[in-house]
C-alpha cells in the first residue's frame, strides 16, 4: 500500500503566516499559536508586584491543570515575601539567582503516595501557570529542583523543604518565578523548528 505522506512542515507554515501577527506587550493573545510562540523565558523583573487578579488567574490556571486519574497529586506554595523570595534564590548554584528580584513565586509539589506520575502532573501545572502568565503580559521562569543539589550534601527540594516547612511526602518538582517583563524576549523563530525530530508514522534517522 502506497504510503500517504503529509508535509506538516508546510501546511503550518502557510497557517502560521496566514494568520500569525506579532502581538504587542500587555494585549490579549489572538490565538494559542501566537501565545506558544511568543513565550519565552523571563529572568529579569521590574520592581512591581503582580495585581492580586493577575495571581489569581495564574493559579486558576495551576487548578484547572489536567492529572492522571483526576488524582490532583499536586499542592502549591505562594511566596511573594521578598525576604523568602531571596532565601528560595539560593536553592542551587545555578539558575535560580533571579527568584530574588519576582514579583511571586509558585513552588510546585507533589505527592508521589497520591500518583505514580506526580511528575507528570505538577510538571503540567507549572507550564499551565507559565503560558496563562504569558497570556496577560507577564514573564515567568521554571527552576528546576527535582534532581537539583544545593550542595554537595544537601539536595535543593530539602533545602526549599525546610524552608517552607513543607512535610512528608510531599516531593519539591520546580519552583515558577513570575514578574513584570523588564523587556521583551525576542519571540521563538518559526523557521527553526526541530522538524527533524518529529517522525512520521515511524521513527526514521
Ligand atoms: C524542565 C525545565 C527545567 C528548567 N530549569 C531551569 C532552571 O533551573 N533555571 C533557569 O533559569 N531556567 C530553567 N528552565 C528554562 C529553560 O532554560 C528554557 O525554557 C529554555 O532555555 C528555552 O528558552 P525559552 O523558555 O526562552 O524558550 C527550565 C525549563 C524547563 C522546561
Same mark, same amino acid.
Request: glycine share 2%; net charge neutral; charged share 30%.
Given at each position: ?30 490565538? =494559542? ?64 539567582? =533571579? ?28 507550564? %499551565? ?48 518565578? =513570575? ?12 523557521? %527553526? ?9 515511524? =521513527?526514521?534517522?
Amino acid at each position: 500500500m502506497q504510503k500517504k505522506t503529509v508535509n506538516y512542515r508546510a501546511s503550518i507554515d502557510i497557517n502560521y503566516k496566514n494568520k500569525c501577527k506579532t502581538k504587542s506587550n500587555n494585549k490579549t493573545m489572538s490565538n =494559542f499559536q501566537n501565545l506558544l510562540i511568543q513565550r519565552r523565558s523571563i529572568r529579569k523583573y521590574k520592581d512591581e508586584l503582580l495585581q492580586a487578579e493577575e495571581t489569581e488567574m495564574i493559579l486558576k490556571a495551576a487548578l484547572l491543570s489536567p492529572t492522571s486519574k483526576n488524582a490532583h497529586s499536586w499542592q502549591f506554595v505562594v511566596v511573594e515575601d521578598k525576604e523568602m523570595l531571596e532565601k528560595l534564590s539560593r536553592c542551587k548554584e545555578h539558575g535560580s539567582k =533571579f527568584i530574588a528580584d519576582c514579583a511571586l513565586a509558585v513552588v510546585v509539589l507533589g505527592n508521589p503516595l497520591v500518583s505514580d506520575v506526580w511528575v507528570e502532573d505538577a510538571s503540567i501545572a507549572s507550564i %499551565a501557570m507559565q503560558l496563562q502568565a504569558e497570556d496577560i503580559g507577564i514573564g515567568s521562569c521554571w527552576v528546576q529542583i527535582r534532581e537539583r543539589q544545593y550542595n554537595e550534601q544537601v539536595s535543593a527540594a530539602d533545602y526549599v523543604s525546610d524552608m517552607l516547612e513543607i512535610p512528608m511526602p510531599y516531593e519539591v518538582l520546580s519552583i515558577i518565578a =513570575f514578574g513584570k517583563k523588564e523587556k521583551e524576549r525576542r519571540p521563538n523563530d518559526v523557521e %527553526a523548528l526541530l522538524w527533524e525530530n518529529v517522525h512520521i508514522g515511524e =521513527f526514521k534517522s
